[in-house]
Nanobody, 113 residues
């Protein structure tokens, strides 16, 4: 049974930082492209960043230069380092194995102005 468990969300002031983690189990993590999505209230879920099995990363324009995605295949974990946070980054952040139906439960990130 595949499980993706996110952690690291919380409340932070604008300009602050948070690091999200997503621990995967029940799948061959190292061969998967992993991604982080977010969904703000009243908005569609959007892709924030993804990272291939080889470590190549891609970002939404809105987070380029502020967020960094990384992975540790030995720990079956993908991370999202979020710096210079803005109120518009407020959302529930979800981890997923790209092109699968596997999603985490989400972790709330709230950025106050």
């Amino acid at each position: 049974q595949v499980q993706l468990v996110e952690s690291g969300g919380g409340l932070v002031q604008a300009g602050g930082s948070l690091r999200l983690s997503c621990a995967a189990s029940g799948m061959i993590f190292s061969i998967r492209t992993m991604g982080w999505y977010r969904q703000a209230p009243g908005k569609q879920r959007e892709l924030v960043a993804h990272i291939t099995s080889g470590g190549m990363a891609n970002y939404a324009n809105s987070v380029k230069g502020r967020f960094a995605i990384s992975r540790d295949n030995a720990k079956n974990t993908v991370y999202l380092q979020m710096n210079s946070l803005k109120p518009e980054d407020t959302a529930v952040y979800y981890c997923t194995a790209i092109s699968s139906n596997y999603w985490g439960q989400g972790t709330q990130v709230t950025v106050s102005s």
